[in-house]
């Protein structure tokens, strides 16, 4: 449990710092679509969609991360909250973050 609060921990910080350098990053593309040309714009475009889609996908993990760690300090953590199931363990250690036990998660993936 402890190791698991380190790994939550730790891959919240390093997330944070992504999400630093992405924001210096998307600044950069602004001003690159002030470049002259069609294509460099298109591509500038492109790199910022793709820049707004790993920082939509960091700013996900982040929330599940700190649901996570408000789940351990309330003491239910690693119950899938779908279901009340336990999660199990090697699930939690490959990804402390995850909310559902891997049926409910499944079950979410394929309706
Ligand atoms: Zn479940």
């Known amino acids: 449990m402890a190791a698991l609060k380190q790994l939550l921990l730790g891959k919240q910080k390093e997330l944070l710092a992504l999400e630093s350098i992405g924001n210096k990053e998307s600044k950069t593309v602004e001003l690159d679509q002030t470049c002259v040309g069609r294509v460099s714009r298109m591509d500038a475009l492109q790199g910022q ?63």
Do not use: H, K, W
């Open 49 to 111: 969609a793709m820049a707004l889609e790993s920082q939509r996908r960091r700013e996900l993990e982040l929330r599940y991360i700190a649901a996570a760690l408000q789940r351990m300090d309330q003491g239910d953590f690693g119950c899938c909250l779908e279901c009340g199931e336990a999660i199990r363990y090697e699930r939690l250690e490959y990804n402390p973050a995850v909310p559902l036990c891997i049926t409910c998660a499944s079950a979410a993936e394929n309706p």
